[in-house]
């Protein structure tokens, strides 16, 4: 179904369209809970919070156009708030080997299987050393791919230092990897 339907419908009260619209999103928004939490029953309530302030603001959201970036924001203030709580960096943990394995495309052989499970691992590990603003940069990007422009847009800064933070939290990203593969920390 066309989103800017299924959001018309969401607003005019249809409980399917408003099951329909979870379901759609419910994956992406526990995905950017958990890397700002870093624990997946936090993230399990945090996105359950996010989506009972989607509902509730459901009259004031943009077009289909702007529904991602709108999420994503209500998604990250919720997660911000949740840190504040918390007043703590987020605990870093490490992403269960089955959840992994999950991810692949196609079936490899068990070395190569073994050696690409165990590059995630590494970088996932990385991302979490990362400081709060670069894994924040680095997921925004890279692994929502969202652009420059909405990341600016969502974080209030100009794209210049999008830019430069992007380009920061690669280079940090980069040198945690390093530092794990040889094992310095």
């Known amino acids: ?31 950017i809970t958990f890397h700002y939490t870093g624990n997946r029953e936090d993230a399990g309530d945090l996105a359950q919070e996010v989506f009972v302030r989607i509902y509730r603001n459901l009259r004031f959201c943009p077009d289909a156009q702007g529904f991602l970036p709108w999420i994503i924001r ?3 203030n919720a997660c911000i708030d949740h840190l504040r709580k918390r007043k703590t960096r987020p605990v870093s943990s490490t992403l269960p080997l089955e959840e992994i394995t ?11 299987q073994w050696t690409a499970n165990a590059r995630k691992r ?22 929502l791919g969202l652009s420059l422009e909405e990341i600016a847009s969502l974080l209030q800064v100009p794209v210049g230092t999008v830019k430069s933070r992007s380009n920061r939290a690669k280079i940090e990203l980069a040198q945690k990897v390093l530092e794990l593969e040889s094992g310095t920390p």
């Open 1 to 31: 179904m066309d989103l800017a339907l299924l959001l018309e419908r969401c607003r005019q009260g249809d409980e399917l369209a408003w099951e329909a619209l979870v379901r759609q999103y419910q994956a992406r928004i526990y995905g």
């Open 74 to 76: 209500i998604t990250r």
């Open 102 to 112: 999950s991810l692949r495309a196609h079936v490899l052989d068990p070395e190569e």
């Open 122 to 143: 590494l970088i996932y590990r990385a991302l979490q050393d990362l400081t709060l603003l670069n894994r924040e940069v680095i997921l925004l990007k890279e692994i």
